[in-house]
């Protein structure tokens, strides 16, 4: 794939006064996805990092389960194709194919409506044994916000990194929200993380799929300076993800299973 950026030339008009400058901007390529041999998706993405966010997208969509399942991976950057093989065979359904369309990581329009069904009473094993207080994650997000050095540079990506109580483990960025959570599920997944006792951290607004993609992977918290949608929240009810937003300065959001969230009071 190319190179992550690329430098652009750009007329700058502050106060008035106009200069011919270069820009450096976010670059944007293509990644197709295969399965055994058989073509999953091809999303527009930021090229790097295209390993892992294939991996990271198998499993966030559950169609790979663990790292034990895959047999080898094969990048192909100057054709924008990354072939994982599973020891097993998986079939996709019709349904996924026809959805898993062009994206750059902002939604693909799919129905959660078996998932909005679930009582997380009687259908989910709720765990609380992971929990953080607001300062650790406001020092979370401090050290996200240092390690944003792409979007410092061109202010066109997004950021997510997986973390545990005390730092963040892995960071990604692209010009997807959805993309840079796969790139680090995929990431996770390589090295045999485990993740029940981390939680994501992300630059942009969680929607519903992108808390489906959280829940797939085994977690159970996300938290985001940026803000969750109604959807989002219903569904995080429903499978028992605590989520948290606005998370900047010394302030934030908690919307849903608020126990995970250790306070004084």
Known sequence: MAPA????????????????????????????IF?????????????????????GYLFSEGIVKGREE??????????????????REVK?????????????????GKSFKS???????????????FSLTPSEILSLMREFDSKSTLFKRTGGVHGAALA???????????IGRHNAVDKVLGKALMKKIILKDKLILSS???????????????LSLICSRSAPTGKALDLAKNLGVTVVGFVRG????????????????
């Open 204 to 218: 942009g607004r969680i929607s519903s799929d992108l808390l489906v993609k959280v829940w797939r992977a085994g």
């Open 70 to 87: 895959i047999k080898r991976v094969l990048s192909y950057p100057q054709r924008e194709e990354v072939r994982v093989f599973t020891k």
């Open 115 to 129: 998932l909005e069904k679930i009582n997380p009473l009687e259908d989910i094993l709720l765990n609380f044994d």
């Open 250 to 265: 010394s302030r934030m959001n908690v919307y849903t299973y608020p126990a995970r969230i250790a306070t004084s009071e």
């Open 35 to 55: 399965l055994n041999g058989q073509k999953v998706v091809t999303l527009s993405c930021t090229p790097k990092e295209e390993k892992y966010l294939a991996l």
């Open 92 to 108: 996709l359904s019709g349904d996924f194919l026809q959805t898993a369309v062009l994206t750059s990581g902002c939604g693909k």
């Open 5 to 32: 950026t690329k430098s652009y030339p750009v007329i700058k008009i502050k106060g008035g006064k106009r200069s011919d400058e270069r820009d450096t901007v976010v670059d944007e390529g293509q990644l197709t």
């Open 164 to 174: 545990d109580r005390e730092r963040i483990l892995l960071f990604a960025e692209d």
